[in-house]
Nanobody, 119 residues
Framework: QAQLVESGGGLVQAGGSLRLSCQAS????????MGWFRQAPGKEREFVAG????????SYADSVKGRFTISREMAKAKVYLQMNSLKPEDTAVYYC????????????WGQGTQVTVSS
């Protein structure tokens, strides 16, 4: 069983930056990948960025490519999302997620952190 805790959300002006952090914990933690998702009011939750834990390969939604960067600190079991050049349309609750096995969906989710970008 894994627990995920996000931090780093807040209010920022358009063009600004924020860094989200996600701390993973749990006994005998198994991690294939970790990712960030977001959900804006009235919209479906969407994938933002993902990172394969051992190899470090990354993937991004087209809407954030070139602006957001996902990274990890393996020793601390933490994953980050550096968000630059933020836009009002990035406003959402951001969720950290953990995929324990490559042949399964994301199994564990954090509680979410609010990011609000003002114009």
């Amino acid at each position: 069983q894994a627990q995920l805790v996000e931090s780093g959300g807040g209010l920022v002006q358009a063009g600004g930056s924020l860094r989200l952090s996600c701390q993973a914990s749990g006994r005998a933690l198994t991690v294939y990948s970790m990712g960030w998702f977001r959900q804006a009011p009235g919209k479906e939750r969407e994938f933002v960025a993902g990172l394969v834990w051992s190899g470090g390969g990354t993937s991004y939604a087209d809407s954030v490519k070139g602006r957001f960067t996902i990274s990890r600190e393996m020793a601390k079991a933490k994953v980050y999302l550096q968000m630059n050049s933020l836009k009002p349309e990035d406003t959402a609750v951001y969720y950290c997620a953990l995929q324990a096995w490559s042949n399964k969906e994301y199994d564990y989710w954090g509680q979410g952190t609010q990011v609000t970008v003002s114009s």
